[in-house]
């Protein structure tokens, strides 16, 4: 069974920074594709960033392209997102998943989820 935890959330002004991280159990880390996906009150969870296995390939949302970076250490089986210039509408719960090999911005395909961390940003 994988496990994900997620930290590094919290409350930052407009324009700060946050990093989260999200941390994975499990052997095979560098099998799993992984994302991170958000969901606001009164949204649906929508995705924000992804990565593959060896890190070579990274994918973003157009809300967060140039303002997000993911990244993973597989020898740590932790992967990250670094989250800059943030603005109010970054305000959500941020979760990470994890899918095997393939890359998907459907949070219907992934199969372990992680349980959450708030990231609120005032105005």
């Known amino acids: 069974q994988v496990q994900l935890v997620e930290s590094g959330g919290g409350l930052v002004q407009a324009g700060g920074s946050l990093r989260l991280s999200c941390a994975v159990s499990?052997?095979?880390?560098?099998?799993?594709?992984m994302g991170w996906f958000r969901e606001a009150p009164g949204k649906e969870r929508e995705f924000v960033s992804g990565?593959?296995?060896?890190?070579?390939?990274?994918y973003y949302a157009d809300s967060v392209k140039g303002r997000f970076t993911i990244s993973r250490d597989n020898a740590n089986n932790t992967v990250f997102l670094q989250m800059n210039s943030l603005k109010p509408e970054d305000t959500a719960v941020y979760y990470c998943?994890?899918?095997?090999?393939?890359?998907?911005?459907?949070?219907?395909?992934?199969?372990?989820w992680g349980q959450g961390t708030q990231v609120t940003v005032s105005s």
């Open positions: 998943a994890a899918r095997r090999w393939v890359a998907s911005r459907s949070s219907n395909e992934y199969t372990y």
């Open positions: 990565i593959s296995g060896n890190g070579g390939t990274t």
């Open positions: 499990g052997r095979t880390f560098s099998s799993y594709f």
